[in-house]
């Protein structure tokens, strides 16, 4: 199979499995997640995964800590290059987009940019955050599965091109 005919395939296996709910998280990240980063090449060289790595946050002006677990985290030579937040299908990525910038920003390299992926199996949104002298972030138009056309293919291309301008 070619990479769009996989990710027709990927468009289809989940669509089905939406129909007998409820999906959750980590239905999301086999059906969907995986084979994104298979294709992406992120499961090879020069990138390393971790997943349900643990991070905590001071906040420092209400003396509290929040402490977590990022989902899928892609790494290169110990530079944070996308966090991923997966949810199960019934949740809205608005409920996902803070929890994933509050990882992004335990980045350990406050001067790199870092890149965020949120999704719940069917919409996809990326994020980038920069913390120069305060944190900024910025988030992509949301792509969805509930189009007629496959919008795996542009999620794809988004991942490679960070994949390669990262390196």
Known sequence: LDSTQYLDRVKINFLSLIKRPPILE?????????????????????????????????????EEIVRGRIDVLVIQQQLWLLVIESKRASFSLLEAIPQALAYMLANPDPTKPVFGLVTNGEDFQFLKLSKQVTAKYALSDKFTLSRRENELYRVLSIMKKLGTILI
Do not use: C, H
């Open 26 to 62: 980590d239905a999301v990240k086999m059906v969907v997640l995986s084979p994104l980063l298979d294709l992406a090449g992120f499961y090879r060289e020069p990138f390393s995964l971790a997943t349900e790595q643990s991070i905590e946050i001071a906040l420092e002006d209400k």
